[in-house]
């Protein structure tokens, strides 16, 4: 049969037919096996075994904050400086971002859980003190009618975009009261 006719048959290009009549003269049936493509696993990669390791440790049981590190919460830029002074090898941060994937760091996915909560002991409590505590139910998601959602909302802005009060020179919990009296101001209130 010819190239042509084979390629046109099977919905193949010349060259992948030649390719294969190739490898069959060669090995055989051997010869036909798909072969893994790309770079072996770990090859290429800036940082050894070791020095992944210890990255990954600090990261789990430290904050940058712990380690003299200017940031609360660790990012990719983070670690990448975090890399850059210990081992200094400068990587870029989509770089930093696949090492972070690749150890199981995902964005907005806590290591650790929240083991206090215990809906039944509020609940119980909240019983006992009805006389004392008058109860406001909010709607699912409202964050004009709830101070709370603003102060987290706050809270999450200055801890992910601030740089810690070790550098600024303020403590922001010094400053949560008179924020905190603001949102009786807001107009939603």
């Known amino acids: ?14 060259g992948t037919v030649i390719a294969a009549h ?19 696993t770990g090859v290429g990669r800036r940082l050894n075994a070791e020095q992944e390791s210890e990255v990954q440790k600090l990261i789990r049981d430290k904050t940058p904050d ?4 200017p940031y609360a919460l660790w990012s990719r830029t983070a ?4 890399i ?40 119980a409590w909240l019983a006992k003190q009805q006389d004392e505590i ?6 699912s998601y409202s964050p004009d009618l709830n101070p709370g959602e603003m102060l987290n909302a706050d809270l999450k ?22 924020i905190c009296a603001s949102y009786r101001n807001h107009p939603g209130m």
């Open 157 to 178: 802005q200055a801890v992910t975009t601030k740089a810690s009060a070790r550098t600024k020179g303020g403590h922001y919990s010094r400053r949560l009261p008179v």
């Open 84 to 123: 850059e002074q210990r081992f200094k090898i400068k990587l870029p941060v989509r770089a930093v971002g696949t090492y972070l994937a690749r150890w199981g760091f995902t964005p907005q996915k806590p290591i650790k859980k929240a083991y206090g909560q215990h809906p039944a002991e509020v609940k």
């Open 134 to 139: 008058e109860m406001f139910y909010l709607p």
């Open 1 to 14: 049969m010819l190239v042509n006719n084979v390629a046109r048959e099977y919905k193949l290009s010349r």
């Open 66 to 69: 712990q380690i003299k590190m």
């Open 22 to 40: 190739k490898a069959y003269c060669l090995d055989g049936w051997a010869g036909m096996a798909l072969k893994p493509r790309g770079r072996s």
């Open 79 to 82: 670690v990448m400086e975090l």
